[in-house]
């Protein structure tokens, strides 16, 4: 594969994407490089006024940006629900959905209905926001569903028996967790939507080490001196920028090289730098038992069933 960059993406005038923490990091820099192609982009963000300033900032830099601010707490499942209602009112088309934003070991909190912190935003904020949206990605068509995962997926293990980490929390394994979750639904998903006869596929991509505000935010005063050093240190030397970290998930939802399924990561040393490619053996780290586990058990959480899917089965049998 060549070394795939923004200036590869096809031209994604007429389309309309929503982005989640669209206001910074990687979230920022998809939106810009979907902007410039022409793309209609939702910054779906929990800070709207942050994220007003960034859309001017864009307006500013990339001329004709076509782009729109919703206020997204993927912390709180009604602002979820009322964000998705607006989207589904104002568009009558959704063609790609990115399920960028993302927290990252951070001290233990609660979501506003119970969950664990990172399990609840990055995981089942995500996967409520896509079902609600569903509808509309499935009569959009060739839609994609683009969720990020991490390198930490592979020390990630979901705990069924106690998956709000409320015994012994480890910010690390928790969002370790996260991350695997993401990861599963992603596949899980693409199962579904081919099994449904969808023409919308889903997509997992992570960006390796990149060096976004996460780092800053998941650093806390109990920290010890090695993990200072590394986060102050090592990090800006060993990963990479924030629009190299982009690149895999903007080349998961716009490649015509991707047909769902994949996971899409650097192609560097252990994932961690480089270009875009499909990992060839994420697959393998496909568990369908517990995919499937973690997908009833997320309905069970968020309220959102997944019903069209199984309509759209039922037509097809």
């Not at 410039?36 to 709207?48: L, Y």
């Not at 399924?261 to 560097?268: K, N, Q, T, V, Y």
């Amino acid at each position: 594969m060549s070394k795939w960059t923004t200036d590869d993406m096809p031209d994604q005038r007429g389309r309309v994407a929503l982005v989640t923490g669209a206001n910074s990091g990687l979230g920022l820099e998809a939106t810009k490089a979907l902007a410039a192609k022409g793309a209609h982009v939702i910054m779906a963000c929990r800070n709207v006024e942050k994220a007003r300033g960034v859309r001017e900032e864009i307006e500013k830099s990339v001329p004709g940006a076509s782009l729109e601010v919703v206020e997204l707490d993927l912390a709180a499942l009604a602002s979820i629900r009322e964000v998705a209602a607006g989207v589904l009112s104002g568009h009558e088309r959704i063609d790609l959905l990115f399920n960028n934003a993302g927290i990252m070991a951070v001290p233990r909190r609660e979501t506003r209905d119970g969950f664990e912190w990172q399990f609840g935003v990055n995981h089942l904020g995500h996967f409520a926001l896509t079902g609600l949206l569903l509808p509309r990605l499935l009569t959009t068509a060739k839609s994609r569903i683009v969720t990020m995962s991490s390198v930490a997926r592979t020390m990630g293990k979901i705990n069924f028996e106690d998956l709000n980490r409320q015994s012994g929390y480890n910010r690390w394994d928790a969002y370790g967790q996260s991350k695997k979750a993401n990861e599963l639904f992603a596949f899980e998903l693409q199962r579904r939507l081919a099994e449904s006869g969808a023409g919308t596929i889903s997509v997992a991509a992570h960006p390796g080490l990149s060096n976004t505000n996460l780092q800053s935010t998941s650093t806390t005063e109990n920290d010890s001196v090695a993990e200072r050093w590394v986060y102050a240190m090592a990090m800006p030397l060993i990963s990479q920028s924030p629009l190299m970290g982009a690149l895999p998930e903007l080349y998961a939802g716009t490649s015509p090289d991707v047909h769902g399924g994949e996971l899409i990561g650097p192609d560097g040393f252990m994932a961690m730098r480089g270009y875009p490619v499909v990992e060839a053996k994420a697959q393998k780290e496909y568990d369908r038992a517990v995919a499937e586990r973690l997908w009833d058990v997320s309905i069970e959480l968020t309220g959102v069933d997944y019903a069209v899917l199984e309509e759209g089965r039922q037509e097809k049998i």
